[in-house]
C-alpha cells in the first residue's frame, strides 16, 4: 500500500505541474474517485468471502441432516430395482425372503448375521396405506422394525412387543385419514418411505430353515385397496440408470452439492421433516431448500452457491469424525476393548449420532431390541492378531443378559465371516458350551483347536487380524443389562 501510495503522489505532482492548479483539483477529484472504488470493490469482496463462509458452514449442517434421507433413497433404489425378487432384492411392495446364512465367499454385505433370517419389504405408503399379514409364529424370536426415511424405528412389531401370534397390520403414510378394516391395527410411519426390515431366530439346522421358511411364506403385503381381494403385485420395471453395483456410500460421497440437495429436496415432498426440526428447517431456508418446494442452485447468489460447492467432504469428515467425538459425549461407549452405543433407532435431533450409524449401520434397532458391541482389539492401542490366542471369560452367570439370545461372531478386517474347518462363524448360546468347575464359561478365540475338551467354547479366527462382534437381541432392561451400564462384555484377553 505504501508504494502505492507514493506513485499516485507522484502522478499527482507530475500532473499539477501540467495542468496547473484548476487540473490539480480535477486530477485529485479522479483519484478519490478510483480509490473509493478500489475500496468498494474490497468490501463486496470480503462480504461475498464472508457470505461464502456462512453458507457453507449452513450447508454442512444440512448435509448431516440430510444424509440418512439421502442414503435412504439410495439404498432402496438398489435394494428394488429388479423384477421379480432374486437374490437379496425385491420391487417395491414385494417381500425379500432370504433363505439362509450368507455364504463365507459372499462378501455382498458386510458384517453377515448367522442368527436370523431376513424377510425385508420396501413401500411407498405415500399414496395409500399397505396392509401386512404374519403368522403365528410359535413363540420364535422375531421383530419386524419398520423406519421411516429419515431412519427412525417408528414401530417394531417382535416378540417383545406384540408377543408371537398372528398379526395383520396397516402402515399408513404421513396425513392419512381413513377407516381400516376390522381387526388391522394401525401403524403411523411419518414418512412415505418404509422400510421393514424384519429378523427371524433360526438355528441354521435343515429341520430349522424348513419352519422358518414355512413362516416366511405365509407374510403378505397389499395395498389397501386390494385388501381382502385376490391381488398379484404389477410388473416391476429396471430402471438402468439405478447403479445397483457401486456402494451405496460410494454414491452418496460421489455426489456434488447440488445434486445431492436437489434430490434431498425431492425426497422432503413426502418424507417431511418432524416438529422437533423446525429450527434446522429454518436454516434450510437460507441457502434455498424449503420442504415442499425444487431446489434450483441456479438461482442462488453466486456466493452461496460457492459456500454450497464446498460443503460434501468436510460434512463427510464430520461424521466419520464423529466415531471418536461420541465416545466424549457418551453417544458411543468404549470399555473393555469393545465400542457400542445405546442411542440408536431413535435420534431426535441428534443429526450427527443418527448420520454416524446410518453411515456404518444402515438399519439400526432401537436398543430395546438389539445392541451390537464390536471390538478390533483386547484395547485402544491393539488390535487382534490371529498367530495369538485370546479368552473371553465370564463369571458364573454373567453370561450376555438377554431376553431373546446373545451370539459371538468372528470377522476378517473387512468384516466378512472367516472361512474354518468347523465352518463355524459365530459362538452363541444355542452351543452346548462346557462351563468351569466353578460355574464360569471360557470362550476360546484363536486360529487352532483349544483341543476337542474345549471346542464347543471355540471360536475359530484367521491367521491375522480380525474383528469380533457381539449380537444382544432383547437385552434385559434390569441390572445386570447393557442398557444401564451394569453388564458390559468382558475383554477378550490374550493368553500365553
Known sequence: MDGDATRRGLCLAMTLGALGTSGFARAADSLMLNLKDEVEDSVDSLKGDLKARQARDLAIEAYIYAYPLVTMELTRRSLTNVAAPEAAKAPMGQFLKLRGYPAVDNHAVTAPNADTLYTILWLDVAKEPWVVSTPDMKGRF??????????????????????????????????WKGTLPAGVKQYKSPTGMVWMLGR????????DYAEVHALQDQMSAVPLSS?????????????PSIDSKTAVRDQVEAMDAAS?????????????????DAPMVAKLAKIGIVPGKDFDASRLDASVSKGLAEAPKPAQAKIMGWMKKGILSGDLKLKNGWTYTTKTGLYGTNYMQRAL??????????????????????????????????????????LPPVNGFWSLTMYDTAYFFVPNALNRYTVSQRNKLK??????VDLY??????????????????????????????????????????????????VA
Request: charged share 20%; proline share 12%.
Open 435 to 440: 462351563t468351569n468347575a466353578d460355574g464360569s
Open 357 to 398: 450409524i446410518t453411515a456404518i449401520g444402515l438399519g439400526a434397532n432401537r436398543p430395546q431390541d438389539a445392541v451390537y458391541p464390536t471390538s478390533t482389539g483386547p484395547d485402544i492401542l491393539k488390535k487382534y492378531d490371529g498367530s495369538k490366542k485370546y479368552v473371553m471369560h465370564f463369571p458364573k452367570g454373567q
Open 200 to 207: 427371524i431366530y433360526c438355528t441354521g439346522t435343515p429341520e
Open 142 to 175: 422375531f421383530l419386524l422394525p419398520m423406519l421411516d426415511g429419515w431412519t427412525d424405528v417408528f414401530e417394531v412389531p417382535a416378540k417383545r412387543t406384540t408377543g408371537t401370534g398372528p398379526q395383520k397390520f396397516a402402515i399408513t403414510g404421513p396425513g
Open 227 to 239: 385388501y381382502g381381494k385376490s391381488y398379484t403385485p404389477p410388473p416391476a420395471t429396471v430402471d
Open 445 to 494: 478365540i484363536q486360529n487352532e483347536s483349544p483341543g476337542a475338551d474345549k471346542e464347543e467354547n471355540w471360536l475359530p479366527a484367521p491367521k491375522d487380524g480380525f474383528i469380533l462382534m457381539m449380537r444382544l437381541y432383547w437385552p434385559k432392561d434390569k441390572a445386570p443389562s447393557l442398557l444401564d451400564g451394569s453388564w458390559f462384555p468382558p475383554r477378550a484377553k490374550e
Open 260 to 276: 445431492y440437495f436437489t434430490l434431498f429436496a425431492q425426497l422432503l415432498k413426502t418424507n417431511p421433516p418432524a416438529a422437533a
